[in-house]
């Protein structure tokens, strides 16, 4: 039978105390504790503290004896395998070779033909009365799984008739020069895939953003929308939505008789440059040796 180990602490004087000079509720704390010395004996690790380590190839009670796993005979259990090892053939990438590459930069624009539009106008599936954006487009079904945005094409463009406000993503120029004869406009604006889903969800204004052109009355068309339209940070998108030809919404950034190229500067911007600054350059620092 293991020792017993009485706590020191919790020793009771050998004359004893009289039960009725000590209050109740300590006599269960001034009482003898006793404790098994078996209980170090069964102290151990919380389950899953530890993984038992597979020993491989130590006789068959284990489960992984004699092939340790590995089954029987052939390049995998003799050794291992290399990548992209064919079976000694040539491989592919070799004989055939890797051609052309991934363009990053490219989008995924949903082509929308005019015919199509003015078909959907006639059976009156879309209001011709109001501006016509995704979000329309999107509900109407006339377009489906819409990712960079919707770009208007021209095939048809002898049957369109109605006069019509289109706001796009981007369009052709002879699908603009078609809504504009028949009486409409069209204004391409910048999107995002995430700005589109928000879009189609009612939760963003399909046209106003930051940057669009102030017009009045525009704070109170974008206050029930809890989120904005993103505007375009890239170069390349900036300057193809504030090119007039296109029909940018950021062309009312361009004046007159500039380029919508963020870089390029008409012939006599730079002498009202140095109109404006007085004809004066940079003054040369101090401490510059040559």
Known sequence: MPPVLISPSRRVPSGGLSPHLIAPFLLPFLQTQRRAASILSNLSDNQGAYKKRIRRGRGPA????????????GQKQKGTVPRGFNGGQTPLEVSHGLRGFTNVFS???IP???????????????????????????????VNNVKDGVK???????????????IVSRASATAIQAVEKAGGTVTTRFYTPSSIKRLLRGKTDPISSLKSQPTEGQELARSPFMLRLPDPTSRKDL?????????GYLSYQVADGQSPSLFWKAPGALSDIKRRTGG????AADNRIW
């Open 62 to 73: 284990s489960g992984k004896g004699k092939t340790a796993g590995r089954g029987y005979n």
């Open 107 to 109: 989008v995924d624009m």
């Open 112 to 142: 929308l033909n005019l015919n199509r539009l003015q078909a959907w106008v006639d059976q009156g599936r879309i209001d011709p009365s109001k501006p016509i954006t995704i979000k329309e487009l999107g509900e109407s079904r006339i």
């Open 152 to 166: 208007l094409l021209a095939r048809g463009s002898e049957e369109i008739r109605s006069p019509l406000n289109i």
């Open 239 to 247: 300057e193809y939505y504030r090119d007039p030809a296109h029909r």
């Open 280 to 283: 004066k350059g940079k003054a």
